[in-house]
């Protein structure tokens, strides 16, 4: 999809400009920003080895051949150093980038791509050559006195899953200073595990959006993911409303990987209005990951490095709930004989038999 969005829109460009000789020019430099396309996104061994050692520890060593096209600058290195090899044209549920040991990677080279939807919103309209291209490749454009602040919090699916939090934020969309964050315990997000050391994260924080304890914009995330990943950004976008009185495009879209419960990442998205982009803008894809440690994504379960290595010891399995105790437990001591078993194993045979960890003990 996005592949072929990109090549139509350069073919328009190029067949505007007219004159045979041009176009032929303009149709081998197509060629080759196509090939050099499929050579940094191709899964292909011998491409990605290729790949590697363009982009790898010899990069200083490397000559820029024939592939170093405009695809390949946001892989190489950015402002602030954190893009990786890993970035994506467009974020593919069934073709995640995968966790590397940056907190994200970029995704359409770093350059804002909202869905039109929410251009609409915020009074931009469609067409003309200048303003921010979409997802679907529209060129949209606003006006000053057209902006229009707004939040907009999807539906949960059927599986109870957030689906996507965006607006035009603004000083108007978010809390008065003297306001305080109130209580999000209340809320489950989808694949919530308790004792699991999850937090509830926000796809738009409160201090952009005054929203706090709305079950469509919250969650189940890594520390990792929320303070490490996502606040630095959101603290960005704070700073610059606050700075500017400025308004800013803001997408955060979970994404999930089939049934799933717990989001793979977040895709996190935000382009300035009325500077176009200049102020502040970004595009990346962040890991609901913890380094380190296995995540069960359907149950929520989480195994350190630590756990997973653990011996086999004794635990108390109540076989007809699921949840499995340390024999200390008052949990434990409750169990009907019945249902109850008692287990030499590592944590990790337990949870991989799909037994949940006790929430109170925390085994
Ligand atoms: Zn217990």
Redesign the pocket.
């Known amino acids: 999809m996005e592949n072929s969005r990109k090549t139509d829109h350069l073919n328009k460009n190029k067949k505007e400009k007219g004159g045979s000789g041009r176009r032929l020019a303009a149709a081998l430099i197509l060629l080759l920003l196509i090939g050099g396309f499929f050579f940094w996104v191709s899964d292909s061994p011998g491409i990605v080895k290729l790949r590697e050692s363009l982009t790898g520890a010899h990069s200083t060593e490397s000559q820029d051949g024939g592939a170093d096209t405009a695809d390949n600058e946001g892989a190489r290195s950015t402002e602030d150093g954190r893009g990786s090899a890993g970035d994506v044209a467009a974020v593919d549920p069934d073709k995640l980038p995968e966790f590397t040991g940056d907190h994200y990677v970029k995704v359409n080279g770093g350059v804002p791509a909202l869905p039109d939807d929410v251009y609409e919103k915020a009074g931009y309209t469609e067409g003309g050559s200048r303003g921010s291209v979409s997802e679907s490749g529209k060129v949209w454009a606003v006006s000053k006195g057209n902006i229009t602040p707004y939040e907009y919090y999807g539906e949960l699916d059927h599986l109870g899953r957030c689906t996507v939090a965006y607006g035009c934020l603004g000083p108007e969309t978010m809390p008065a200073e003297d306001t305080e964050r109130g209580d999000i315990s209340r809320i489950h997000p989808s694949g919530w595990a308790k004792a699991q050391h999850w937090e509830r994260c926000h796809l738009i924080a409160w201090a952009l959006s005054d929203e706090n304890a709305n079950e469509r914009n919250l969650i189940t995330g890594t520390h990792y993911l929320n303070y490490d990943g996502m606040r630095p950004l959101e603290e960005e976008t704070e700073h610059y409303i606050w700075n500017t009185g400025n308004h800013v495009l803001y997408m955060a879209r979970p994404v999930f990987s089939g049934n799933e419960l717990i989001a793979r990442g977040v895709q996190m998205t935000c382009e300035s209005v009325e500077d176009g982009g200049k102020g502040i803008s970004f595009n990346v894809y962040l890991f609901n990951v913890t380094p380190d440690a296995e995540i069960d994504y359907r149950s929520g379960i989480v195994t350190t490095a630590e756990q997973a290595a653990q011996e086999p010891r004794a635990y108390v399995i109540n076989t007809r709930s699921g949840v499995f ?2 024999p200390s ?1 008052d ?2 001591k409750s169990i009907y004989k019945k249902n109850r078993k008692d287990v030499t194993a590592t944590r990790k045979e337990l949870t991989d038999q799909g037994y949940i960890p ?1 929430g ?2 925390e085994p």
């Open positions: 105790h340390y437990c949990g434990a006790c109170y003990c």
